[in-house]
Structure formats: C-alpha cells, structure tokens
C-alpha cells in the first residue's frame, strides 16, 4: 500500500469512529431529534455520503494491489512437471517417487505411449516408462550403441518402473491375462534364442504361478494408476513389484516382463517410439 493510501485509510477510520461516537446519542433522542434528523441540512448527508464512498474507494485500491501482487507470482505449468500422452491426454509426472520401506530411487520418465487392442484400436491404457538413470552402471552404456540396446542394457542393469493408466474402468483380471500372455510369447522367444533352457524354463513357473495369482477379481477405475517395479539386479534375485498386490522374486521375469514392452513393436509402439526419442537426444 503507497503512503497515500495509508494516509486515506487513517482518515477514513477517524471519519468513522466519529461517526460511530454520535449515532448512540442521536438514536437516543425524542420524536423530535428523529423528526429534525429528516430535515437536516444537506451538507450532513454530503458528509456522510462522502465517507461511505472514501471507505469503500480505499478498500478498493487495496484490493487491487494484493491482486496485482499475487499474479506477479510466477507458478510452475503442467508442462513443467509432467508429460501428457497425446493419445489419451493422460499426464504422466516426469521424475517419480514410489514410498517403500526399503528406500527407492527417483525415477526419471523416459517415454510415453498408448496400448490399442484390436482391429479397431481401442485404446486400453496409456504407459509410462520409468528408469533409475542414475544408477552408476548406466555409465558403461556403448556410445556407438543403437537405441534399442540402450534400453536393453537399462533394463537389464536398472531399476525401473512401468506406470499403468487405464483409459477406461476395467478389472486386475483383464490385465492379468495380457500379462501372462506376454509373458508365455517371452518364454517362446527366449526358448528360440537359447537363453531359457528347460531347467530354466521349469524354474520360472512358480514365478509366473505367484504373478497371476497376486490379482484380484476386483475392477481396477478409470485413471487409477498401476505401478510395476523391477528393482536393480544385486546380491539376491530381481523382484518384480506390483505396487499394492505383491512382488515375485526372478531374475527371469523382471526382467522380461519390461523388455517385453521393447521388443519388436512393442506391446505400446507408441512407447517404444517415445522412448528411442529420448535415448537418442539425452543418452
């Protein structure tokens, strides 16, 4: 407030504390105060007009320069904090802090995407993909590396965190079966490529028993997200996270559920192409 409008507030707090003090003894008065009081001279009414209206102009100025203060402000857009999937105009945040009683990383996004079943592309859920990218053995990534081993080499060497949007209400069951369905085509390809022998292959069923059974049969709502963790390989096996329903400890299926969002297409192809994205300009 400037000196002037301090100046103007002061008067206008005497003007009415004057007022205040006579209005007791003129309402306490005979008829004939009230009556003289209907034909007093009109410079009393200018008066009091004149308050009223300094009251109500100082209170506006002061109004007016709180107001022109607080949009002086600047505040942080939604832009600035998270990324929006423009496929579903989910927001997704752009570095993720999931609570944990054994102490967790920050999570930086990496990319975004939509997963479309069917013919008619009905969109089933947007994706983010999240990585621990300061993990100190992201460091030997190859410079000369294409995009795709970049992610391969995250995933294998980092923790990290696919969130789960749906677009629309749908249950943990229907999930659940997409899950395990990319789960059975991984264990054709890795049988294929020789990295999963039947000793191995008899190894990760319990694994993938206890995934599919951590599932309710409970609708999951519009835009509740899912959180899906693998954490860092280290002195024990990887455990794959399902935030609120369970973990499963394999090596096998932490890692494999997320590559499976990579490979070929993708289960998103609109992930994968925003995570390449990054990789080539920020890695």
Not at 40 to 60: E, H, K, N, T, V
Not at 135 to 153: G, H, Q
């Amino acid at each position: 407030m400037s000196w002037l409008q301090a100046r103007f507030a002061r008067a206008v707090v005497q003007g009415c504390r004057s007022f205040s003090a006579s209005a007791s003894s003129r309402l306490s008065g005979n008829s004939k105060v009230l009556t003289g009081s209907l034909s007093r001279p009109r410079s009393s009414i200018d008066a009091a007009f004149f308050w009223g209206s300094a009251l109500a102009i100082a209170a506006g100025l002061t109004l007016t320069s709180t107001v022109h203060l607080d949009a002086e402000v600047p505040l942080p857009t939604a832009e600035e904090e998270t990324r929006v999937d423009p496929a579903t105009s989910i927001a997704f945040p752009n570095t993720l802090k999931i609570q944990s009683k054994t102490p967790l990383p920050t999570f930086t996004l990496m990319g975004v995407g939509v997963r479309t079943v069917s013919f008619l592309g009905i969109k089933v859920y947007s994706v983010g993909f999240y990585a621990d990218l300061s993990n100190p053995s992201l460091a030997a990534i190859p410079k000369d590396a294409t995009p795709e081993e970049k992610i391969d080499y995250i995933v294998r060497n980092a923790a990290c965190v696919l969130r789960i949007v749906p677009t629309r209400s749908t249950s943990y069951s229907h999930l659940r079966d997409g899950f395990m369905r990319a789960m059975q085509a991984r264990q054709i390809l890795c049988r294929q490529r020789g990295e999963l022998s039947p000793d191995d292959e008899l190894a990760i069923q319990s694994p993938l028993r206890q995934l599919k059974s951590m599932f309710p049969n409970t609708p999951l709502a519009k835009h509740s997200p899912l959180d899906i963790l693998a954490t860092a390989p280290g002195n024990k096996p990887r455990t794959l996270i399902v935030r609120d329903l369970g973990s499963v400890q394999s090596d096998w299926l932490a890692r494999e559920f997320v590559l499976a969002y990579f490979e070929g297409k993708g289960i998103s192809p609109p992930l994968k192409e925003s995570v390449i994205e990054y990789v080539q300009t920020r890695l």
